[in-house]
């Protein structure tokens, strides 16, 4: 019942920002629980950030925690992930996710998107 479709990918360089937007190209987020994962070569997919639909309170990981920043803008029905001071070791797929009637996002989520290519080289 959720089709969830994430934009803003890109190639940047080390140190730069990009912006990762998440929307429902059907449904609402109302119900929902909301996060972003992401997957590098040769890696398994790895949490990176959620949000409580309740109060907006944020849980990041450890990797990413003071450079990433997740929100949502409920009038446009969009998640966000500003993305600052890009390492290498943050190439990868991005992918929105979410959870029907959940506060936060699982490990194992209901619905993803189909991904973002985020790749920061020289």
């Known amino acids: 019942q959720l089709q969830l479709v994430e934009s803003g990918g890109g190639l940047v360089q080390p140190g730069g920002s990009l912006r990762l937007s998440c929307t429902a190209s059907t449904g609402t987020f109302s119900n929902y629980a909301m996060g972003w994962f992401r997957q590098a070569p040769g890696k398994e997919r790895e949490f990176v950030a959620t949000i409580s639909r309740i109060d907006r309170s944020t849980i990041y990981a450890d990797s990413v925690k003071g450079r990433f920043t997740i929100s949502t803008d409920d009038a446009k029905n969009t998640l966000y992930l500003q993305m600052n001071s890009l390492k290498p070791e943050d190439t990868a797929v991005y992918y929105c996710?979410?959870?029907?009637?959940?506060?936060?996002?699982?490990?194992?989520?209901?619905?993803w998107g189909q991904g973002t290519q985020v790749t920061v080289s020289s």
């Open positions: 996710a979410a959870n029907l009637r959940r506060v936060l996002i699982t490990s194992t989520p209901d619905y």
